[in-house]
């Protein structure tokens, strides 16, 4: 496969739907258009010659002398679209197999099925977006919720490059100094230089440092909460469960053990999402199948980052409950006193879960909803994300290069603390110059550049 080959796929998803997109891009764009698209009511030839870049045309898809659609042509020529290439994309009707047959033409014509990713692969390869942008392209396209999305279209625009960008310069401007006050030292001076790398590295290190902490909210950004929902058996799990998708779609009756599997689902909340997991009922049990659920409940507990400890007020407390409440009071929790419309036990004692948020619940008309969703985003977010203003790191991968490039400047302060030669320094300046050049794609292995596009959309 080549980089000059003209490729071609269908960028919308297939079903029916009111249109589906065929995109090309490459060399011979123009020319495969040329020879099946009849422009307008007359079916005149398309002369790219005559088209201005950024236009939309009317007309028909023809092969063999068949008509096989009526379509509109987007035309982009080079270097201003998204590859840098000449791109066209044809909006068709919506059925897949009309999607597929103009799709099977463009091959026939000399066009190339187009990989995963491969429309941003070029628009990476010549230099239109950098590798941070590529992969804010894929989690624009999965964002469900509204940070998520406007976190994406931060990076999108470049607001992350353009920071490792201003560090990167500032580092290469102190390594050139150094190494050419090395190589002529009549003209260039170090006498004192330590002093002044010293207040650079330290004002990078601030930046880095900001970029790593915001990582904790980014995460919640892109992924959002996992959220364990925990309790005894008919507790009223499943119906919280409910309450959250608004439908029933978890199952509920009155008899214990019915959900005896983990549920999951993703439920937005607004700014973020929560992943909602509804356990089986910690219980003494000997039913094999309610085993396996209960074992696959604390497994979920040890990963959780929220658990929603669900109660039932109208009957007494177990040991069962306070052994499950002391597993859980180490992570993030809340308490939830469920079935206040009932009558409430005599021999209930709120006392034990004094220190932790609880709030009084019912999962019959909903009573406590709006407190439980406020008391997820006050303990997550806690008013503190700055979405418009500030940069977020929601990838794992750029969290582990920042930390990497912050421990190579810590070890430059070291080195200037214990008088090093220059020399020394410029090593984990340089080091922290190729990390920081990883996360925008000016330095990246091979394998990881692929596995990173291969993860696209055919088609983006």
């Known amino acids: 496969m080549s980089d000059s080959d003209t490729i071609a796929a269908i960028s919308t998803s297939l079903g029916n739907s009111g249109i589906n997109i065929v995109r090309i891009s490459g060399d011979d764009t123009f020319g495969i258009i040329g020879k099946i698209f009849k422009r307008g009511k007359s079916k005149s030839d398309f002369n790219i010659e005559d088209i201005d870049s950024h236009t939309i045309h009317y007309g028909y898809i023809e092969y063999n002398g068949n008509c096989v659609d009526e379509v509109m042509v987007s035309v982009f020529k080079k270097p201003n679209s998204y590859t840098r290439d000449d791109v066209a994309e044809i909006n068709c009707h919506g059925g897949s197999f009309i999607a597929k047959k103009i799709l099977e033409i463009i091959l026939k014509l000399g066009g190339r099925l187009a990989e995963p990713g491969e429309f941003s692969k070029r628009a990476f390869l010549s230099g239109r977006i950098d590798l941070s942008q590529a992969e804010a392209v894929m989690n624009l396209i999965s964002s469900k919720s509204e940070y998520s999305l406007k976190s994406s279209m931060s990076q999108m625009r470049g607001d992350l490059s353009a920071k490792i960008k201003d560090i990167r310069d500032r580092l290469l401007h102190d390594v050139a100094y150094i190494e050419s006050a090395l190589d002529d030292?009549?003209?260039?001076?170090?006498?004192?230089?330590?002093?002044?790398?010293?207040?650079?590295?330290?004002?990078?290190?601030?930046?880095?440092?900001?970029?790593?902490?915001?990582?904790?909210?980014?995460?919640?950004?892109?992924?959002?909460?996992?959220?364990?929902?925990?309790?005894?058996?008919?507790?009223?799990?499943?119906?919280?469960?409910?309450?959250?998708?608004?439908?029933?779609r978890a199952i509920v009756t009155e008899i214990p053990g019915t959900t005896r599997d983990v549920i999951e689902y993703t439920v937005n909340i607004g700014d973020i999402n929560i992943n909602l997991i509804d356990t089986a009922g910690i219980h003494e049990t000997e039913d094999k199948i309610e085993k396996i659920g209960i074992e696959k409940t604390l497994k979920y507990l040890s990963e959780a980052q929220l658990i929603l400890y669900v109660i039932d007020v109208s009957e007494s407390l177990t040991e069962r409950d306070i052994e499950l409440y002391k597993r859980i009071s180490s992570i993030p929790h809340i308490v939830l006193l469920n079935k206040i419309d009932r009558e409430i036990s005599k021999d209930f004692d709120s006392s034990l879960f004094e220190g932790s948020v609880c709030i009084y619940y019912s999962t019959f008309n909903k009573t406590g909803y709006s407190e439980l969703i406020n008391s997820i985003k006050n303990m997550f977010l806690n008013n503190e994300i700055d979405i418009e203003n500030e940069i977020y790191i929601t990838s794992m991968r750029h969290f582990e290069l920042l930390r990497k490039a912050k421990e190579s400047l810590t070890n430059v302060l070291n080195e200037i603390d214990n008088d090093l030669s220059e020399d020394m320094l410029t090593i984990d300046i340089m080091d922290t110059y190729e990390y920081l050049g990883m996360i925008i794609g000016e330095t990246v292995d091979e394998d990881l550049f692929d596995r990173i596009f291969s993860e696209f959309c055919t088609g983006k």
Do not use: W
């Open 185 to 248: 030292p009549e003209h260039y001076d170090l006498t004192g230089y330590n002093s002044e790398l010293e207040v650079d590295i330290r004002q990078c290190l601030c930046v880095i440092d900001k970029l790593i902490d915001s990582f904790s909210y980014g995460r919640v950004i892109k992924e959002g909460i996992d959220t364990v929902i925990v309790g005894k058996p008919n507790a009223g799990k499943s119906s919280l469960m409910n309450n959250f998708l608004n439908e029933d």
